[in-house]
């Protein structure tokens, strides 16, 4: 399954996301968390929300095939 979620800034999202990652792996489901390899704000290869929960993630850059990854 892949979800997709737009919203304004301050919305919540990527708490959402993290929350939803737990809940997944809680019920034994694999959980594969992608970010940019551009976006070091919180450092290579990491989710963060404001409200200080953070997870590792696996950063992609733009010379990789995202399909080969995911396969």
């Keep these: ?3 997709f979620h737009y919203s304004t800034m301050n919305a919540g999202k990527t708490t959402m996301l993290l929350a939803s990652a737990h809940n997944y792996k809680e019920k034994g489901m694999k959980v ?3 970010t940019s390899g551009l976006d070091t704000r919180s450092g290579i290869g990491v ?3 404001r ?3 953070s997870s590792e993630a696996y950063a992609f850059h733009r010379e990789e095939n995202l399909l080969d990854y995911l396969t």
């Design 1 to 3: 399954m892949l979800s």
């Design 32 to 34: 594969m968390l992608l």
């Design 47 to 49: 989710i963060s929300s």
């Design 51 to 53: 409200i200080g929960i």
